[in-house]
């Protein structure tokens, strides 16, 4: 039976440095990559619309951006331009992802969660409000949005079984005959909770220091811990990842 749930708040992390850009006159959040016409009046499309759009679509009213400390241009710009409200988290040299995210637990402790990453770009447009149904008809604690992996030596591709529950997940694998990797997430508060004590926990540890620590390894922490890890595929085309040099420049050249 279909069980109940809160419902969702967006969750959007944004506190990386954007490095793999080179130097930038702005966060790469905000990045123009297109002028639309609305009404006859210029509209400047920035990376994270695309995102913003997306929860929009699924209802989603409240955000939740977490952002490294001057990143201001980021409040500055979305406080005039966003049609959802936005709160922001501050983190400071935030050392990888899953930290990142869980700087906004206490704020979100008791909602579900859709996490989508601000400079991803896809066409999708029931995406959220389909791995959310999935979350409630499955009695998942995760649901992971599946896109084709354009490059899946350096994506997290997933291995999923033949009722959709995720078995592996393979962070950037060197060779690797999966297809797909995810791109968009929904959770729920059991989750939210795991993903705060597990990246405390990892903190205090002194094994791999210098191992980075991505979202899908707390995923693959919960599965280990019990938790019930779903996936549906939301797309037929693989996600454009904007913080590449080479995808930025085909977005203004139009590609």
Partial sequence: MKRNLPSLVG??????????LGAMPLSKEI???AVNQKNGVPKVQVVADCLLQHFAAAGIDQVYWVIGRGKWDIPNYFSHAAKIASAYVVIENSPNTPTTLSAAVPFIADRCVALGF???????????NQIYRELGKRKADVVLGLFPAALPQSQDVVEVDDKGIVQRIFVKPKRTKLTHTWGIAVWTPTFSAFLSEWVV????SRKSPSKE????DAVLAAMKQGLRVCAVNVSEQPFFDIGLPENLQRTWRGD
Avoid at 11 to 20: D, F
Avoid at 213 to 216: D, H, K, N
């Fill in 31 to 33: 990045l123009p990559i």
């Fill in 11 to 20: 969750l959007i992390p944004a506190a990386g440095k954007g490095t793999r």
């Fill in 213 to 216: 620590m991505y979202v899908s």
């Fill in 201 to 204: 926990r990892h903190a205090r």
């Fill in 118 to 128: 601000p400079d991803i770009l896809f066409d999708a447009p029931d995406a959220f």
